[in-house]
């Protein structure tokens, strides 16, 4: 008989499972996977790392993969509204009785041996993956790299994204430190891809120790605006003109930089026409990242939480002005750097309207208060019990012209009152 047979009473189980929330280290995982022969797998495998941008790029090479005609199965976190969100195969969300029955593989597998709730789900998405004929999977680090559940598999093609300073608790102080944690998907002979600009120098360092075969920006590749797009060239390779991504913010072209290197080194196994790249970054869409909804009154979703994520807001706030007053829906979690996310935000801000957020890690909306205090005084500063008030409270007061910006956590923009009918 299966443990459970709901998927909310799995998750719930799985949440209590193991002593620890967070517990870096692969020994237990590994061993679960290997008892469930999911450490070879059939189909080509492509790992995902960084601080900003996974979500983003991950979406984008499942998109134009997809275009071109792969069968793609792609396993990220968290999720915004379901846990489904987490596990896709061919473009859809797993459902709660595929879930339940991985989850009851698992639960066989693993014997006496504990689990943590993202190792639990990571070994779920490798289980359906394996029944699922892929041609490929797309795997979207938790935390860190290294030790992270993902990286028992080794990828054929490794990205690390954007590097910045969060989850120092686990990750080490410092670019270098977080970046050589995140260099960890890196392996030997194989592609090693780093879409930062301006990445610690840990990163190719570990690179060049395990002789990967090393790209980054002006590194094997390099991308400029056009006039009706933008350009990307490698050794190999040119594209002229090619359609912006579809998703918002000048970033999103570094990301798609380095997505593009990722395809091109594994184009002799899975080769792509311009047409397929052109379509995938038109089609790409990522919920609550710098997600638009248009209107009489334009708001913003962003997911965005640390320092780095902040500046990337910032800049799409500046380059997307507004006639009228920007009017910011704030909730955040306390490992958080409150008082450095809301400084780089405060000069493109006029009104706060600030919620609580629920849970153990969840600031109160005076906490808040007190730590933007820290750093300066905004000119309107309102304080919520949630972040539904606070976001239906932000339309009520704003005028045509206006915008509302809902960010913060993953929790917050989940809680804006915006998906009924998604």
Request: aromatic share 6%; charged share 25%; glycine share 8%.
């Amino acid at each position: 008989m299966p443990r459970f047979s709901t998927l909310p009473d799995w998750l719930a189980w799985q949440e209590t499972l193991h002593p620890r929330k967070i517990d870096l280290g692969l020994e237990r995982v590994t061993r679960v996977a290997e008892c469930m022969q999911l450490l070879t797998p059939g189909h080509g495998v492509i790992t995902v790392a960084g601080t900003n941008g996974k979500g983003s790029s991950v979406a984008m090479l499942e998109s134009i993969l997809s275009s071109g005609g792969y069968r793609v199965g792609c396993y990220s976190s968290p999720h915004l509204l379901r846990y489904n969100e987490r596990i896709r195969i061919a473009g859809r969300e797993i459902d709660d009785a595929a879930l339940c029955a991985a989850f009851e593989s698992v639960d066989r597998a693993r014997g006496d041996t504990s689990l943590s709730y993202f190792e639990f789900g990571t070994l779920a998405a490798l289980s359906l993956f394996s029944q699922a004929r892929l041609d490929i999977a797309l795997l979207e680090v938790g935390m860190g790299g290294r030790l992270d559940a993902v990286n028992i598999l080794d990828a054929d093609a490794a990205l690390v994204t954007s590097i910045d300073i969060d989850h120092s608790a686990w990750l080490g102080e410092g670019r270098e430190a977080i970046g050589r944690e995140k260099a960890g998907i890196f392996r030997s002979g194989r592609p090693a891809i780093c879409s930062d600009p301006e990445p610690p120098a840990s990163v190719f360092k570990h690179a060049r120790a395990l002789s990967a075969r090393w790209y980054a920006p002006g590194c094997g590749f390099e991308w400029s605006i056009s006039e009706r797009g933008w350009n990307w060239r490698s050794r190999d390779n040119v594209y002229q003109d090619l359609p912006l991504p579809a998703l918002p913010g000048s970033h999103q072209l570094q990301n798609a930089a380095g997505v593009l290197m990722v395809l091109e080194v594994l184009a002799e196994r899975f080769p792509l026409q311009r047409r397929d790249i052109e379509r995938g970054l038109e089609e790409v869409a990522v919920a609550g990242r710098c997600q638009l909804l248009t209107g009489a009154i334009e708001t913003i979703l962003d997911v965005a939480h640390n320092p780095g994520s902040a500046e990337k807001l910032a800049q799409l706030l500046r380059d997307r002005n507004v006639r009228g007053r920007t009017r910011m829906v704030l909730g955040m979690l306390a490992d958080k750097d409150v008082v450095e996310f809301t400084t780089i935000l405060s000069p493109v801000v006029d009104d706060w309207y600030l919620a609580s957020l629920p849970g153990e890690r969840g600031l109160a909306a005076e906490q808040l208060r007190q730590l933007i205090r820290g750093s300066s005084e905004p000119a309107m500063c309102r304080l919520f019990q949630n972040v539904a008030t606070a976001y239906t409270q932000a339309h009520a007061d704003a005028a045509e012209g206006d915008r509302v910006v809902v960010c913060g956590s993953f929790v917050t923009v989940a809680e804006a009152p915006v998906w009924e009918n998604g």
